[in-house]
């Protein structure tokens, strides 16, 4: 019976341990790996509603180094809106990007859009059954509806072409 109270004491203490070490593990596991995102965002202005669609490529290089492609198509009150992004370790912030930290659990990244408000999006990396998957949230002003149809997916390899 004490020897089952020993375990139990130090059950909590290995479950602290734990994310520290799996952050180290998770950004080796992601080396030459791809998080690749697509959601939808719905914009409400006055009468005008724009509907634009977002697709992200996320690199992890074999040496650590995130690498980002964005790109937005849809329709604005002003006409279409067709825009591409280019996110590299110590960019500057140009076009409202900027670059991606490591969090315990994912990759994070926070910007403030053309009106100041302040935008953090949080992709969560979850390791399961030998495979990688993902799931993307964004937090960001009341006038926009948040992500829809969204698809987030963990693959091999690089789809920036040497970005």
Known sequence: MSRFRSYAFLAPLLAISVPASSQGTLQSQMRGHSVVVQYTE???????????????????SSGGRIFAHSSVDGHTPRGPRHEHIDITPG?????????????????????????????RQTIEIIPSNGELICRMSIVHSRFISGSTHQICKVV?????GGI
């Open 42 to 60: 719905k914009i409400f202005r006055h009468t005008h509603v724009a509907v634009l669609v977002w697709t992200e490529a996320i690199y992890v």
């Open 91 to 119: 960019s500057d912030n140009s076009g409202g990007s900027t670059p991606f930290e490591w969090t315990k659990t994912g990759l994070t990244r926070k910007w403030n859009d053309h009106r100041g408000g302040s935008i």
């Open 156 to 160: 091999k390899g690089n789809p920036l």
